[in-house]
Every structure is written in C-alpha cells, then in structure tokens.
C-alpha cells in the first residue's frame, strides 16, 4: 500500500499563491506517475497536473502558465506551486500516485485525503 498525506491548503485572495505538499510512504516501488486533481463544489474530480517517473509534466489547460509541479524523489514527495491563484481554483486538491502492477499490465491508483483551497474574489 502507498500512504498520501497532503498539506498546505487554505484560504487566499485572488491572484495569491499557495504551495501544496505531497509526501507519499509504504510501498513506494514501481510509481509511474504522480499527480493532483481537484474537486470544485458540486462538479466531478479532475487532472490539475501530473509528473511521469521521468519527470515529463502534463497541465489542464486551465492552470497552464501558472501552476507548476515539482517532486523531490530523494523524500518521496510532489509539490504543486499555485501562482495568480483565481476563485475558479477553489476546490479539494487530492494527490494521486499511479503504482504498476506486479504482473501483466495495469496500475493501481492511491489517493490521499485531500486539502481545502479557498480563493475569495
């Protein structure tokens, strides 16, 4: 099993800036990707950005030149620095880590318990 544990969260006006942590333990082997989605009031989880083993990056449109994600190997840990932060950007932020299977092909997903971010207008 892979543990996630998010932090950073939390309130800001727009145009701030936040920066969320990511630290991941247990069987941290055989990681494919990691990455954040978030879950805005009343609409469906999605792909904020996402971070290959190589360290290939992937953005939604919608945060492209503003937020970045980052991962230090050495501490198991993916950050997602949030710049010109917009109340659209409100929402839970989960960290999602990608684990290969053992045999054949196929992934499992982990999750980790999300953390709040408020953007006032």
């Known amino acids: 099993q892979v543990y996630l544990v998010e932090s950073g969260g939390g309130l800001v006006q727009a145009g701030g800036s936040l920066r969320l942590s990511c630290a991941a333990s247990g069987s941290i082997f055989r990681i494919n990707d990691m990455g954040w989605y978030r879950q805005a009031p009343g609409k469906q989880r999605e792909l904020v950005a996402r971070?290959?083993?190589?360290?290939?990056?992937n953005y939604a449109d919608s945060v492209k030149g503003r937020f970045t994600i980052s991962k230090d190997n050495a501490k198991n840990t993916v950050y997602l620095q949030m710049n010109s932060l917009k109340p659209e950007d409100t929402g839970v932020y989960y960290c999602?880590?990608?684990?290969?299977?053992?045999?054949?092909?196929?992934?499992?997903?982990?999750w980790g318990q999300g953390t709040q971010v408020t953007v006032s207008s």
């Open positions: 971070i290959t083993s190589g360290g290939t990056t």
């Open positions: 999602n880590v990608e684990q290969r299977k053992n045999y054949g092909s196929g992934t499992n997903n982990y």
